[in-house]
T-cell receptor, first 114, second 111 residues
């Protein structure tokens, strides 16, 4: 199993540009989430999904969109990048109730917005 | 809301020293508690967990005990190695399957 994969590893955007961060998992997990990690702030939940076709907002959803058309993929879209979105982004997945206690994280995407 | 608080600042210590990282939590119900570890350039990995009061989670020589009376879940290791250098996050699982992360502590072990 590859686990949770994310692309790209690094990205630089100009203010106002849009892009999609890719996330895929091959463990048939129902739950997938996107977090951002900022210095000294831990991780904050952006959006999450409890299954294909179902998504919901987390703590900091503004400026981001998600969709979940398949179990495997959960892309995160930045509609119009802003310097405040400079961060490291992590995708995570887990099983449903049986996997309640462990999330599997991808290696992260480091995004810089200038 | 439900939250966790980790001690401030990085931790620097020598190989074979004793490590303690403090974590306290605020919760309305009976949360589950975790420690996650992030090695340089990688995502987070589950280190250990405890799902009810007085449970002790342990893994790779690390331990943490869920103390309801002091609302704490301190992480300890008796003899650290250089390979334990990483960032450690205390995490709480609360209603609606949400995770609350502490700010993390950078641990640097010097040979």
């Amino acid at each position: 199993n590859a686990g949770v994969t994310q692309t790209p590893k690094f990205q630089v955007l100009k203010t106002g540009q849009s892009m999609t961060l890719q996330c895929a998992q091959d463990m048939n997990h129902e739950y997938m989430s996107w977090y951002r990690q900022d210095p000294g702030m831990g991780l904050r939940l952006i959006h999450y999904s409890v299954g294909a076709g179902i998504t919901d907002q987390g703590e900091v959803p503004n400026g981001y969109n998600v969709s979940r058309s398949t179990t495997e993929d959960f892309p995160l879209r930045l509609l119009s990048a802003a310097p405040s979105q400079t961060s490291v982004y992590f995708c995570a997945s887990r099983n449903g109730a049986s996997g309640l206690y462990e999330q599997y994280f991808g290696p992260g995407t480091r995004l810089t917005v200038t | 809301g439900d939250s966790v608080t980790q001690m401030e600042g990085p931790v620097t210590l020598s190989e074979e020293a004793f490590l303690t990282i403090n974590c306290t939590y605020t919760a309305t119900g009976y949360p589950s508690l975790f420690w996650y570890v992030q090695y340089p350039g990688e995502g987070l990995q589950l280190l250990l967990k405890a799902t009810k009061a007085d449970d002790k989670g342990s893994n790779k020589g690390f331990e943490a005990t869920y103390r309801k009376e002091t609302t704490s879940f301190h992480l300890e290791k008796g003899s650290v190695q250089v390979s334990d250098s990483a960032v450690y996050f205390c995490v709480l699982l609360y209603g609606n399957n949400r995770l609350a992360f502490g700010k993390g502590n950078q641990v640097v072990v010097i040979p």
